[in-house]
């Protein structure tokens, strides 16, 4: 069984940065593209970043091109979403995603960026 942890969300003022953590256990770390969604109310969920299986190739929502950074640890089995530069825009609950079937989530963490 697929489980995702996500953490590292909070309060953070505009121009701030944020780093989410998402722990990835019950299967082999990695062995299937993996991505951060995010979500705010009354908008549809959007994958702001990818990353594929063996090369780590990286893609982004255009929103986020130059601020945002996807990674991953191997070691810990960890894939982290570094942000920066945050704006009220960036506002949401944020969900790591990896591309099992049917497709694995986390619970979620929520992101706040606010003055």
């Known amino acids: 069984q697929v489980q995702l942890v996500e953490s590292g969300g909070g309060l953070v003022q505009p121009g701030g940065s944020l780093r989410l953590s998402c722990v990835v256990t019950g299967l082999m770390f990695p062995s299937n593209a993996m991505a951060w969604y995010r979500q705010a109310p009354g908008h549809d969920r959007e994958r702001v970043a990818m990353?594929?299986?063996?090369?780590?190739?990286?893609t982004y929502v255009n929103s986020v091109k130059g601020r945002f950074t996807i990674s991953r640890n191997n070691a810990d089995s960890t894939l982290f979403l570094e942000m920066n530069n945050l704006k009220t825009e960036d506002t949401a609950v944020y969900y790591c995603?990896?591309?099992?079937?049917?497709?694995?989530w986390g619970q979620g963490t929520q992101v706040t960026v606010s003055s």
């Open positions: 995603n990896v591309a099992t079937w049917p497709p694995s």
């Open positions: 990353i594929d299986v063996y090369e780590g190739r990286t």
